[in-house]
């Protein structure tokens, strides 16, 4: 009887359909138990990656590495919140939550957009600072006293009929008068006083708009604010002063990668826009 060689026998198994099949079936157990290590809600891995990203998460928090038992603490502190994230996902507590649709959607925005957003070089940056001039200038700002006189109960008109005969007694040599109005809410002599603060203190008026176009050593009025009417004498005054590139190279930065940053977002949702189609059921 002629012997069969190992390789013929080994040949005419692999061709067997049985062994096929068999091959074929392990292959998708084994798939389907990867497939539930990674997907079943029940199984919690806590892999080195993960133990690096905790550490990561304290040492940020912290300022040093933790010890074991830190860690160890870290680590249940993980597993635990780990469980209830899962048992909520199991009760899809995670379903119709505008708080967590609210987070998702952010998560998402910020991913692309930082993948997205380029970094800029010194040349953009320099670029940007020359293009923005007015964002990197700082304002011009002035001393001045005040005098203020209330609406009272004759109004606007009187009020600033008297502003009007005091400004026509005062010598510009006079630096203060304060005492010849009415009493303000705040002061009556301010220094280094820039157009932000005017603003803020006399609101969006004549005031805030002409003080500092006018002459120094001079009287000047009456101008009106949110209070009432204003004599005003500016004895300072220093012009906007450009700021140097490498005083403000941090907070040009800032907004490059600010701009690029929401040019990278418009370009996203475009491009979503383009991917999804919407059905707009509630129009006829």
């Known amino acids: 009887m002629a012997r069969i060689g190992a390789g013929a026998v ?20 084994a798939a389907a138990q990867h497939w539930r290590r990674a997907h079943e809600l029940d199984r919690i891995e806590v892999t080195p990656a993960r133990v690096a990203q905790i550490a990561g998460a304290y040492r940020a928090e912290y300022g040093h590495d933790p010890d074991a038992k830190a860690l160890e603490h870290e680590i249940g502190g993980w597993v635990d919140d780990e469980m209830l994230f899962r048992e909520g996902l199991a009760r899809g507590l995670d379903k119709d939550d505008e708080i967590v649709r609210r987070r998702v959607i952010q998560k998402v925005a910020f991913l692309e957009r930082d993948l997205a957003a380029p970094t800029a070089d010194d040349a953009a940056l320099r670029a940007w600072y020359a293009g923005h001039t007015a964002d990197y200038t700082r304002p011009g700002a002035v001393d001045f006293t005040q005098v203020f006189f209330a609406d009272g109960t004759g109004g606007p008109a009187a009020a600033r009929a008297r502003a009007a005969r005091v400004l026509a007694g005062l010598p510009d040599g006079q630096p203060e008068a304060a005492e010849r109005g009415d009493p303000f809410p705040d002061a009556s002599r301010f220094a280094a006083f820039t157009p932000d603060e005017a603003r803020r203190v006399f609101g969006e008026g004549e005031l805030a708009q002409r003080l ?3 002459p120094t050593g001079h009287w000047a009025g009456p101008f ?3 209070y009432g009417w204003h004599l005003v004498r500016v004895s300072a005054a220093s012009a906007p002063q450009r700021l140097p590139f490498d005083e403000v190279r941090e907070r040009v930065a800032n907004d490059v990668a600010g701009a690029n940053a929401e040019t990278a977002q418009r370009r996203i949702r475009d491009a979503l826009a383009r991917r999804y189609t919407v059905v707009r059921e509630d129009r006829g």
Do not use: K, Q
Request: charge should be positive.
């Open 224 to 226: 009106r604010s949110a």
């Open 10 to 29: 080994l040949r005419r198994v692999v061709r067997e359909p049985l062994v096929h099949f068999l091959a074929i079936g392990l292959m998708l157990f």
């Open 212 to 214: 500092f176009a006018l």
